[in-house]
């Protein structure tokens, strides 16, 4: 038994170097600028004939489209639990939304003003990232998931897209958000407006105003939170749970011991994988 055991993990760790990261971009008419976005590839992409299942993997405030694989060592994590079978072979898209100066340089997964990344991400980045890499392009092969502002624009594309995807997987999700804070003399920084827009497009006010109708298309999205107990964020997480709950929304709802780091979501990350897998298909 203990060989076997060992036969298994020394098969999995060998298989923890098979995919790869590529940076691509697109020139954006809609933004007017050039996106940068990072793909993982499975072992063995190249030979794989049938169209794979995709993932946006969406990063948080004050990070880029390589945080996930710098900070948060998606490959080697990835590639383990492919290699052992938790997960299919899958296609893995990390655009970039943000950067590290949040008061001069755009951040965030909704339309601001001068700003239109959501109609970027469904009319530019989805249609071409999943031609060009041989995608599954319908909603029972496509999730989304991410961290902090990544996970609130995880839950809020799929309130408003569910038409898209199959699956949700939010990692410590900033959900809501106060006024935009002005600057000393009352200008609007481009902070201001993305604390805007995620009250704008606040996911407990959306479970609010969801008509049956909406109800019923969220219900076919498969949802999972996870926040940790010491995280700033966990409150609006949990009343999040419990609006889906009361909407018979199927949804799982995790609080973990950590905080608001990568340790966090490198872990979250191991179960947010087989999670969309599983729900792939249905």
């Known amino acids: 038994m203990k060989?076997?055991?060992?036969?298994?993990?020394?098969?999995?760790?060998?298989?923890?170097?098979?995919?790869?990261?590529?940076?691509?971009?697109?020139?954006?008419?809609?933004?007017?600028?050039t996106v940068k976005y990072n793909v993982y590839l499975?072992?063995?992409?190249?030979?794989?004939?049938?169209?794979?299942?995709?993932?946006?993997?969406?990063?948080?405030?004050?990070?880029?489209?390589?945080?996930?694989?710098e900070k948060g060592?998606?490959?080697?994590?990835?590639?383990?639990?492919?290699?052992?079978?938790?997960s299919r072979p899958v296609v893995i898209i990390m655009p970039n939304a943000g950067n590290p100066d949040v008061n001069n340089v755009w951040n965030g997964y909704f339309n601001m003003p001068g700003w239109a990344y959501e109609d970027f991400f469904f009319q530019e980045l989805m249609p071409t990232a999943?031609?060009?890499?041989?995608?599954?392009?319908?909603?029972?092969?496509?999730?989304?998931?991410?961290?902090?502002?990544?996970g609130g624009g995880s839950v809020s594309y799929c309130q408003r897209h569910p038409d898209k995807f199959s699956s949700c997987f939010a990692m410590s999700p900033w959900?809501?958000?106060?006024s935009g804070r002005v600057g000393p003399n009352g200008e609007k920084t481009k902070?201001?407006?993305?604390?805007?827009?995620?009250?704008?497009?606040?996911?407990?006010a959306f479970m609010d105003n969801a008509d049956e109708a909406t109800q019923e298309q969220l219900r076919t999205v498969k949802w999972f939170i996870d926040s940790g107990d010491d995280d700033m964020l966990t409150n609006d997480a949990f009343e999040l749970y419990k609006k889906m709950r009361i909407t018979r929304l199927q949804a799982e709802f995790r609080v973990r011991n950590g905080s608001h780091n990568w340790e966090y979501w490198r872990a979250s990350l191991r179960q947010a994988l087989p999670f969309a897998s599983r729900n792939f298909d249905k």
């Open 130 to 150: 999943e031609q060009k890499y041989r995608c599954a392009a319908d909603k029972q092969h496509r999730a989304v998931m991410g961290l902090s502002m990544g």
């Open 42 to 69: 499975p072992s063995n992409y190249e030979r794989i004939q049938e169209p794979l299942p995709v993932v946006y993997l969406l990063h948080g405030l004050t990070d880029t489209y390589t945080a996930w694989a």
């Open 175 to 178: 959900l809501n958000s106060e």
């Open 73 to 86: 060592g998606m490959k080697d994590i990835v590639d383990e639990i492919i290699g052992c079978g938790e």
């Open 3 to 33: 060989r076997i055991i060992l036969l298994i993990s020394i098969l999995c760790t060998t298989a923890a170097w098979a995919g790869r990261i590529v940076t691509d971009s697109i020139q954006s008419s809609v933004l007017s600028a």
């Open 191 to 204: 902070m201001f407006y993305t604390m805007e827009a995620v009250k704008e497009h606040s996911a407990l």
